[in-house]
């Protein structure tokens, strides 16, 4: 038998210069490798492949008032962008508890994380849904804890990955499921759903303004992939305006995933158990991605003055400098609010 090491894999040609597909963007899928690379992609305003840019940053810490030595919890870990900045300022002695539903993504963040200095003693991460937030403090014996972050919807790991069925851009299984190990696709809900429940999902998760023409010509439908399913969403609309029908798109996509992963009903109960888990003085800051997401938390908030469990809330919602929308596109929609626990 050769003692030879086998060659490595020839890496395959692009028909242009740069690959195109995601899956092939192998400098931007390692970033400690290819720096350079990555950061030409940052500079250029995209979000390099297999990563997420983290969002509003400076207001999220300061909103949270951190501090060394603090306890708390990034309820949607995502990439771990915001985690490894909120790791810095509570360090020493700081303990961060990180969540995320994403079976798929969460090992890679884990293994990111774990390659910086901070260890078990201070960043747990736990797979959940952050719905569940007040059991998973009462399990490590926290009664209330310092600060609580969320930073809502997908990442762009999420978002970018073909295979992961969010994208109308590119073909891939109509999935869209945050954690795939759970629930129906996007496909399969579809498939089964009655025009009235779609189109109170469009209207309500979406502020979709032709919400019942578009149910009636898309429930119950079955479609092969994300491009059949565009496609269908482009066909029913009959617009000549390409600007509207792409934005179509885009709604009716964000509302059916935001049902299949039932994005309302872990925010609600989220938002309910806030006041319990926090402190008094603690903070809370919450990133949202649109109208609908927005609406709770400020609603959530406001009543949380009114009842007295918070002490104060912000006047409006923070929102990304100019700067940070021409680098991050995706920080254009996003929102910040915060409270601070009575
Ligand atoms: C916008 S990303 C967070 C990005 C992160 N802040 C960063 O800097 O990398 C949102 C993350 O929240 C997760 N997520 C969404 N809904 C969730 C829920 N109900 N419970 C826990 N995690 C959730 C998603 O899987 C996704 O990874």
Redesign the pocket.
């Given at each position: 038998m050769s003692e030879e090491a086998p060659r490595p894999r020839r890496r395959k040609r692009y028909s242009g210069k740069n690959p195109r597909r995601f899956e092939d963007k192998y400098k931007e899928h390692d970033p400690a490798r290819y720096g350079e690379t990555v950061a030409k992609v940052i500079a250029s305003g995209k979000t390099p492949a297999g990563s997420?840019l983290?969002i509003m940053v400076a207001e999220c810490l300061n909103a949270l008032g951190l501090e060394p030595g603090m306890t708390g919890v990034d309820?949607?870990?995502?990439?771990?962008?915001?985690a490894l900045r909120i790791l810095r300022a509570i360090s020493p002695n700081g303990k961060l508890i990180g969540?995320?539903?994403?079976p798929l993504?969460m090992p890679k963040t884990l293994a990111r994380l774990r390659n910086t200095r901070f260890g078990d003693d201070c960043f747990e991460a736990v797979r959940s849904?952050?719905?569940g937030l007040a059991k998973i403090l009462t399990e490590r014996s926290l009664a209330g804890v310092d600060f609580i972050f969320a930073?809502l919807?997908?990442?762009s790991m999420?978002f970018d990955d073909p295979a992961r069925g969010f994208s109308f851009k590119t073909a891939g299984p109509l999935d869209m499921r945050?954690n795939p190990e759970r629930g129906q696709s996007a496909a399969d809900w579809l498939a089964k759903v009655s025009v009235v429940k779609l189109a109170a999902a469009l209207h309500e998760h979406a502020d979709e303004p032709r919400a019942e023409s578009l149910a009636e010509a898309l429930a119950g439908r079955h479609f092969p992939d994300t491009l059949a399913f565009a496609h269908a969403i482009r066909e029913a609309i009959r617009v000549s305006d390409e600007d509207v029908r792409e934005l179509t798109v885009r709604r009716v996509f964000q509302a059916v995933r935001i049902a299949v992963?039932e994005?309302f009903s872990?925010l609600d109960a989220f938002l309910r158990t806030l006041p319990e888990c926090l402190k008094p003085g603690g903070r809370v800051a919450i990133l949202t991605f649109h109208s609908g997401e927005d609406r709770r938390v400020k609603q959530a908030l406001k009543a949380g003055v009114r009842d007295g469990l918070f002490a104060t809330t912000c006047e409006g919602p923070l929102t990304a400098s100019p700067e940070e929308r021409r680098l991050n596109p995706r920080s254009s929609a996003a929102k910040l609010r915060w409270a601070i626990r009575a």
């Open positions: 997420h983290p309820a949607t870990l995502g990439y771990g962008g915001h969540l995320d539903v994403d993504e849904n952050y719905a930073d919807g997908c990442s999420q945050m992963n994005e872990a």
